[in-house]
T-cell receptor
Framework: GAVVSQHPSRVICKSGTSVKIECRSL??????MFWYRQFPKQSLMLMAT?????????EQGVEKDKFLINHASLTLSTLTVTSAHPEDSSFYIC?????????????FGPGTRLLVL | GQQLNQSPQSMFIQEGEDVSMNCTSS?????WLWYKQDPGEGPVLLIA?????ELTSNGRLTAQFGITRKDSFLNISASIPSDVGIYFC????????????FGKGTMLLVSP
């Protein structure tokens, strides 16, 4: 069954507003979570690494003040897209490492479709 | 960021046919992962490979971790319509807590 959940599954917002996306690990603790962005017909691109109890690590080219990450607890990381613009419309996916009978492997959430009008 | 070279980009096959796709990298990875993504969904892990030379099966799927640690392939035998989707390879240098590098994906279409 699913090990990582995301909420909401899709969101439509007006340009200039902020949108919060939640990523939760189900029945396990995740001190680290990862946030990806995927544009249509493209692969997943890592945006940032979310660390419980410390600041997130952002990939080159990702604005930390625009994409705010808060790892609030051992089972929850949130990504807030601030002052969203149409070019921020994308599919946002989180992942968390978990051991399931072997070494830690990353399991992905179902994704959040963001449309900025 | 860096991406793996994944091929083919797309495949259109008949139900029952076998399929093979592969990924190559200029650098070494210590873990290779294969995911499948359906439209509007997150990637689902199919097979994880942790040792060079390892050959692992999951039902009709078989994947191998290249001996040089710079490549991996995924085979699907006797394809069925529900195999349709995008398949991604991903390399990981260290533990599950390190970042993934993804291939560009292989879109698989299966005709009944």
């Amino acid at each position: 069954g699913a090990v990582v959940s995301q909420h909401p599954s899709r969101v439509i917002c007006k340009s200039g507003t902020s949108v919060k996306i939640e990523c939760r690990s189900l029945d396990f603790q995740a001190t680290t979570m990862f946030w990806y962005r995927q544009f249509p017909k493209q692969s997943l691109m890592l945006m940032a690494t979310s660390n419980e109890g410390s600041k997130a690590t952002y990939e080159q080219g990702v604005e930390k003040d625009k994409f705010l990450i808060n790892h609030a607890s051992l089972t929850l990381s949130t990504l807030t897209v601030t002052s969203a613009h149409p070019e921020d419309s994308s599919f946002y996916i989180c992942s968390a490492p978990q051991e399931r009978g072997g070494p830690e492997t990353q399991y992905f959430g179902p994704g959040t479709r963001l449309l900025v009008l | 960021g860096q991406q793996l070279n994944q091929s083919p980009q797309s495949m259109f096959i008949q139900e029952g046919e076998d399929v093979s796709m592969n990924c190559t990298s200029s650098s070494i990875f210590n873990t290779w992962l294969w995911y499948k993504q359906d439209p509007g969904e997150g990637p689902v892990l199919l097979i994880a490979l942790y040792k060079a030379g390892e050959l692992t099966s999951n039902g009709r799927l078989t994947a191998q971790f290249g001996i040089t640690r710079k490549d991996s392939f995924l085979n699907i035998s006797a394809s069925i319509p529900s195999d349709v989707g995008i398949y991604f390879c991903a390399g990981q240098r260290d533990s599950g807590y390190s970042t993934l590098t993804f291939g560009k994906g292989t879109m698989l279409l299966v005709s009944p």
